[in-house]
């Protein structure tokens, strides 16, 4: 059973910049493709990055150009670098893995799952 645990949520400012971390742990971290989710109150579950083994980058288009998904395979975590925060990107952010390299964007495809960590951005 792989076990992963988010850090580095907070308050913000517009503009201002958050980097979360996603540590993981029971399993080989660099055989899964990580994706980064994300949730506000009242909506559904939405995509945010995801990154393969190989290091291929995929984006939400509401994030493409500010946040940069990224991993270190000898730490055994992912990282999200946020850039030029909204409010619209308030939301708990999640981590996942999954062993699949294929539809990606979808949080079905993923296997294991974060406890989340809130990211408030305030206007």
């Known amino acids: 059973q792989v076990q992963l645990v988010e850090s580095g949520g907070g308050l913000v400012q517009a503009g201002g910049s958050l980097r979360l971390s996603c540590a993981a742990s029971?399993?080989?971290?660099?055989?899964?493709?990580m994706g980064w989710f994300r949730q506000a109150p009242g909506k559904e579950r939405e995509f945010v990055a995801a990154?393969?083994?190989?290091?291929?980058?995929i984006y939400a288009d509401s994030v493409e150009g500010r946040f940069t998904i990224s991993r270190d395979n000898a730490k055994n975590t992912v990282y999200l670098q946020m850039n030029s925060l909204k409010p619209d990107d308030t939301a708990v952010y999640y981590c996942?893995?999954?062993?699949?390299?294929?539809?990606?964007?979808?949080?079905?495809?993923?296997?294991?799952w974060g406890q989340g960590t809130q990211v408030t951005v305030s206007s």
């Open positions: 996942a893995a999954t062993q699949t390299q294929y539809r990606l964007r979808y949080g079905r495809e993923y296997d294991y």
């Open positions: 029971g399993g080989t971290f660099a055989s899964y493709t």
């Open positions: 990154i393969s083994r190989g290091g291929i980058t």
